[in-house]
């Protein structure tokens, strides 16, 4: 059973736009924090934003003022919107969320983001 749903990856030319989708199944209960992370290839896994139950947010330097993090509680799905994409931003893209249910931090499969120079 898929209990987290990534979509939106793709290949996109610098400057681009790109809407990642994280959709979370009702089995792991009640969420609480909602993060976006990103690996690329050969580097350490990042947290790239993260949003609350509340609606905070917070970003990582390198995405502030470009990427916006949202959620829909009611559809349980988060969402990355990704502008002015640069090549440094390539990576597999995971979704990561917090059951308040179950105090367990579920992870997606990925999905990958390609910026082209």
């Known amino acids: 059973q898929v209990l987290l749903l990534e979509s939106g990856g793709g290949l996109v030319q610098a400057g681009g736009s790109l809407r990642l989708s994280c959709a979370a199944s009702?089995?792991?209960?009640?969420?609480?924090?909602m993060n976006w992370y990103r690996q690329a290839p050969g580097k350490q896994r990042e947290l790239v934003a993260g949003?609350?139950?509340?609606?905070?947010?917070n970003y990582a330097d390198s995405v502030k003022d470009r990427f916006t993090i949202s959620r829909d509680n009611t559809a349980r799905t988060m969402y990355l919107q990704m502008n002015s994409l640069k090549p440094e931003d390539t990576a597999v893209y995971l979704c990561?969320?917090?059951?308040?249910?179950?105090?367990?931090?579920?992870w997606g499969q990925g999905t990958q983001v390609t910026v082209s120079s």
């Open positions: 990561n969320v917090y059951s308040a249910t179950y105090s367990h931090y579920y």
């Open positions: 009702t089995t792991i209960g009640s969420i609480n924090t």
């Open positions: 949003v609350t139950s509340d609606g905070s947010t």
